[in-house]
């Protein structure tokens, strides 16, 4: 339903699948297990875990069967392609039509000790973190700015979010989006 917010638990994603832990993994595997035919946990269940029932607690815990899996998505597409960073104007369609977008970002220390403002830094190196976008304001930083949420918590950034300029450290890397219906 639209309007409807769901906290979905990041942390069933990294102690309870194969699409990636603390060292690493890559958004497409995950949003495989929300797939009502998807693979499963070692539970033998599929679909969308609760924040309230696996809380994030920044590391590979142990997955402590068995969780409720009550959503699902219908399916899900990368936007242009999935080596590649869309131009913005594709990931905005995308945002209007479906909604936040799940994409890569290359993480160096100053991502890391973000505590606020647009972000313009440009990390060049490899791909190494996946976020969502939820947002673009185009009247910010030089061309516009992307609102980023992170799954590190409210202590990071503005809240947990982030205002990072487009093209800034690869952000929209293998952008994709989710059909939730």
């Known amino acids: 339903d639209e309007g409807v917010e769901f906290d979905l638990s990041e942390q069933w994603l990294v102690s309870c699948t194969d699409a990636g832990g603390c060292n690493g993994g890559w958004h497409s595997a995950a949003l495989e297990y929300f797939l ?5 946990d070692p539970c033998g269940d599929n679909g969308a875990v609760l924040e309230e029932y696996f809380p994030y ?3 590979d815990a142990p997955c402590e069967c068995p969780y ?3 959503y699902f998505l219908n399916g899900w597409a990368f ?3 999935e080596a590649n960073v869309p131009p913005p104007n ?3 369609q995308a945002m209007l039509d479906h909604g936040p977008v799940a994409v890569t970002v290359c993480v160096d220390s100053a991502f890391q000790g973000y505590d606020g403002g647009v972000f313009n830094s440009h990390a060049d190196g490899q791909i190494n973190h996946a976020v969502t976008l939820v947002g673009w304001d185009d009247t910010q930083g030089a061309n516009g700015v992307w609102y980023l949420r992170n799954s590190w918590g409210a202590g990071w950034g503005e809240d947990g979010y982030m ?3 487009y093209g800034c450290s690869r952000v929209g890397y293998a952008a994709a989006y989710a059909d939730y219906g």
Request: net charge negative; hydrophobic share 30%.
């Open 79 to 81: 936007i242009g392609g």
């Open 57 to 59: 607690v920044a590391s």
């Open 90 to 92: 594709l990931i905005k």
């Open 36 to 40: 009502e035919d998807g693979p499963t």
């Open 68 to 70: 409720p899996h009550d």
């Open 163 to 165: 205002r990072i300029e």
